[in-house]
């Protein structure tokens, strides 16, 4: 399955953006959808995840209540909704599908990876 990434660009502090994950086959409602992140200098770090129907979802806390995920099975097609945003979120930030059962967590639980798709945040 080949992921595609986009949305991101430069924003300033306290902006929106929309991030959008587009899957190249049908069979992407088998999968669990993450988002992960990656900084400068920095590890990859987890975002949140949505389960196959979308109706559960988990976040990390750093971003917990300001960022959305959500997912359009018929479209093939996950979203990340960035809301309030804060310079220490800029990071390149990549969609992700495990077959994994639950809402896995850590990257090595995820077995396609999108390109990523770089989001700046400005003070």
């Known amino acids: 399955v080949q992921l595609q990434a986009s949305g991101g660009g430069l924003v300033e502090a306290g902006g929106s953006l929309r991030l959008s994950c587009a899957a190249s086959?049908?069979?992407?409602?088998?999968?669990?959808m993450g988002w992960f992140r990656q900084a400068p200098g920095m590890e990859r770090e987890f975002v949140g995840a949505v389960s196959r129907s979308g109706g559960s979802t988990s976040y990390a806390d750093s971003i917990k209540g300001r960022f959305t995920i959500s997912r359009d099975n018929a479209k093939n097609t996950g979203f990340l909704q960035l809301n309030s945003l804060k310079p220490e979120d800029t990071a390149v930030y990549y969609c992700?599908?495990?077959?994994?059962?639950?809402?896995?967590?850590?990257?090595?639980?995820?077995?396609?990876w999108g390109q990523g798709t770089e989001v700046t945040v400005s003070s």
């Open positions: 086959r049908p069979t992407f409602s088998v999968y669990v």
């Open positions: 992700t599908l495990s077959s994994r059962r639950g809402l896995p967590t850590t990257s090595y639980e995820y077995d396609y």
